[in-house]
């Protein structure tokens, strides 16, 4: 019997945007178990059940799996399609956009994307060298105007280092960490239990969060900056804010 090569690596998960950090174990080459790195100070060895229930497997070595471009060669809509190398799909795409860009001018070309994980910057570059500016997509309306908001409006991303562990308040405004963020609601619900933090839910919906929170605000859609006024007015009227850090900053 052929020796086993196994080996542990660390790396981490991509799947959502948090980026937990595991161990992979690889067995010749392969991978053959991910779980949760106990040693990392993100996650400290919690995984979802992506991982957990090696859901993961299903699409890393299935045998349906694309791993060359495909050309159609019937109609379309008839399923036909052939293989063909990178260099010839590169090529033709190039040639093809290359032709649209010459006849209609470069704002032919509208790109919507899907999420990539925070590589979304990879496709920006493209349209901008292109020549068009019609791009958009999640990406566009969602993340990306938080992340140039905040270090507009206070000079800095903050976003992501909520202190889900210690905050002694947690608001999720719009936000569904049980279906979207589990590792940050797996701490919420700890932080909840072990340390008495309290929950406040902003949302139309009585979504998974709202069950649990201690004040669920079901707003109309499309009436949060009337809140969020109100609370800045309450914020003023009342003299909660750091009067130093708002002369200086």
Not at 13 to 23: I, K, T
Not at 73 to 79: A, H, I, L, T
Not at 188 to 200: D, S, V
């Amino acid at each position: 019997m052929a020796e086993v090569e196994r080996e542990v690596k660390r790396a981490s998960c991509f799947l959502c945007h948090l980026n937990c950090g595991v161990l992979c174990t690889k067995e010749n080459g392969r991978v053959v178990k991910i779980e949760g790195d106990p040693d990392n100070p993100h996650n400290e060895g919690y995984v979802c059940s992506r991982l957990e229930h090696d859901r993961w497997k299903d699409f890393e070595y299935n045998p349906n799996r694309l791993k060359r471009p495909l050309k159609r060669v019937g109609e379309r809509g008839s399923g036909q399609w052939e293989e063909i190398t990178w260099d010839q799909a590169f090529d033709e795409m190039a040639e093809r956009l290359a032709d649209l860009r010459d006849k209609y001018g470069a704002e032919t070309l509208c790109f919507l994307e899907g999420t990539y994980r925070t590589q979304s910057n990879l496709h920006y570059k493209f349209t901008n060298l292109f020549g068009t500016p019609n791009t958009g997509g999640n990406g566009t309306i969602c993340y990306s105007s938080d992340m140039w908001l905040e270090p507009c409006t206070y000079g800095g991303f903050c976003s992501d280092k909520s202190d889900w562990k210690r905050a002694d308040l947690v608001v999720l405004w719009g936000r569904n960490p049980a279906a979207s963020e589990l590792l940050n609601w797996q701490w919420t619900l700890r932080n909840m239990q072990e340390r008495g933090a309290k929950l406040i839910v902003i949302d139309p919906r009585f979504c998974e969060v709202a069950q649990k929170a201690d004040l669920f605000l079901q707003i109309r859609p499309g009436t949060d900056a009337a809140l969020a006024l109100g609370m800045i007015n309450v914020i003023i009227e009342e003299d909660l804010y750091d009067h130093e850090f708002v002369e200086e900053w």
